[in-house]
C-alpha cells in the first residue's frame, strides 16, 4: 500500500439463495460490512433464489448502471442443481478474470484442504464492472474479502489493483 488517496468505490452486494432471510444473511452481512469498514459505498444489498434466468438479468440490469463499479454475490456457486450463480455470472461476463478463482481455491485449501475443489468461485468483468461469485459460507467470504478483493478494490495496493485501473476497463 501507498500513500496515495484512498478512492472509494460504489458497490452492490447480492446473496442467491432460496433460504437465507435479511436475519440469517451472514455472508452477505460480512460483505457489505467488510465494504463499508474499507471506506466503499454499498448502494445497494439484496437476497434473490437460485434461478438462473433471474439472476442473469439483475447481474446485466446492475452491470449497465454507471453507478454501480463492483457486484459481489453470495451463495450458489456449488455443485448441486441449484448451484447457478456460476453460469448466469458467466452470461453476463465480457472478460473472465480467471486468476480471482484460482486464487481463492489456492488459499481455501490451506483451511479447508481439498473440499475446495468443490467451489466454482469466479470473477469476470461485464463491460466496466466488476463481478465477483463467492461461495455461501461466511468463512469463504472472510476469506475472499480480506485476501483478495478488499486489496485489489484498493487504489493504494501496489503494485496493481483494479481500482486504479477502472476507467480502462471498457477500452479497446
Not at 478474470?97 to 481455501?108: D, H, K, T, V, Y
Request: proline share 5%.
Amino acid at each position: 500500500m501507498t500513500a496515495d488517496a484512498f478512492q472509494p468505490l460504489s458497490c452492490v452486494v447480492l446473496t442467491v439463495s432460496d433460504t437465507r432471510t435479511p436475519d440469517s444473511d451472514t455472508s452477505g452481512g460480512l460483505v457489505v460490512e467488510r465494504l463499508t469498514e474499507a471506506g466503499h459505498q454499498v448502494a445497494e444489498h439484496r437476497i434473490v433464489p437460485d434461478e438462473r434466468q433471474g439472476l442473469e438479468a439483475l447481474l446485466r440490469e446492475w452491470a449497465a448502471e454507471p453507478w454501480v463499479d463492483a457486484i459481489l454475490t453470495t451463495g450458489g456457486t456449488g455443485i448441486t442443481g441449484r448451484d447457478v450463480t456460476p453460469e448466469a455470472a458467466a452470461a453476463v461476463y465480457t472478460k473472465a478474470i480467471p486468476g480471482f478463482g484460482e486464487l481463492f481455491r489456492w488459499l481455501s485449501y490451506a483451511e479447508i484442504g481439498a473440499a475446495t475443489i468443490q467451489s466454482r468461485a469466479q470473477a469476470g468483468l461485464a463491460g466496466s464492472t466488476l463481478i465477483f461469485n463467492l461461495p455461501g459460507s461466511s468463512g469463504a467470504c472472510r476469506l475472499a474479502m480480506d485476501s483478495i478483493i478488499l486489496p485489489q478494490l484498493d487504489s493504494r495496493t501496489r503494485p496493481c489493483n483494479f481500482a486504479e485501473i477502472m476507467t480502462r476497463f471498457g477500452e479497446r
